[in-house]
């Protein structure tokens, strides 16, 4: 896959990302088999704009030449997945978080190893 197809797959899984954790927070602590409270539905709404926020970002550059900012891009999402890849798989083998999550997991990891197929190399 190219650099132009990972980012426009992942900007759009991000894109609706935030449209869920914003207005339906509460669909992914049923999702996760997560206890929610006003707490919990307050930081997933903030954790909506750093999806928001990457997804402009991928969206902005999936035409970058490659170039050591187009590296930082794709190291920066491949260790973001692989952050939640470790959480999400913790989390399900202590009790904290249900079997939606490796649904989630697996869809992680599938992004890290596409944005780790389109690294630029010196």
Same mark, same amino acid.
């Given at each position: 896959?190219?650099?132009?197809?990972?980012?426009? &797959?992942?900007?759009?899984?991000?894109?609706?990302? !935030? %449209?869920? *954790?914003? $207005?339906?927070?509460? +669909? #992914?602590?049923?999702?996760?088999?997560?206890?929610?409270?006003?707490? &919990?539905?307050?930081?997933?709404?903030?954790?909506? !704009? %750093?999806? *928001?926020? $990457?997804?402009?970002? +991928? #969206?902005?550059?999936?035409?970058?030449?490659?170039?050591?900012?187009?590296?930082?891009?794709?190291?920066?999402?491949?260790?973001?997945?692989?952050?939640?890849?470790?959480?999400?798989?913790?989390?399900?083998?202590?009790?904290?978080?249900?079997?939606?999550?490796?649904?989630?997991?697996?869809?992680?990891?599938?992004?890290?190893?596409?944005?780790?197929?389109?690294?630029?190399?010196?």
């Amino acid at each position: 896959m190219s650099f132009l197809r990972v980012s426009q &797959a992942t900007s759009a899984l991000f894109f609706f990302l !935030f %449209l869920g *954790l914003f $207005f339906v927070p509460n +669909l #992914f602590l049923w999702f996760f088999q997560v206890e929610g409270d006003v707490g &919990a539905e307050f930081f997933i709404q903030r954790a909506a !704009f %750093l999806f *928001l926020g $990457f997804g402009v970002m +991928l #969206f902005s550059a999936r035409y970058a030449s490659p170039s050591s900012a187009r590296s930082a891009i794709a190291n920066g999402i491949t260790v973001s997945m692989f952050g939640l890849v470790i959480y999400g798989v913790l989390s399900c083998l202590t009790g904290t978080a249900g079997g939606g999550t490796l649904i989630a997991v697996l869809v992680e990891v599938l992004v890290a190893l596409g944005f780790m197929s389109v690294r630029d190399r010196a």
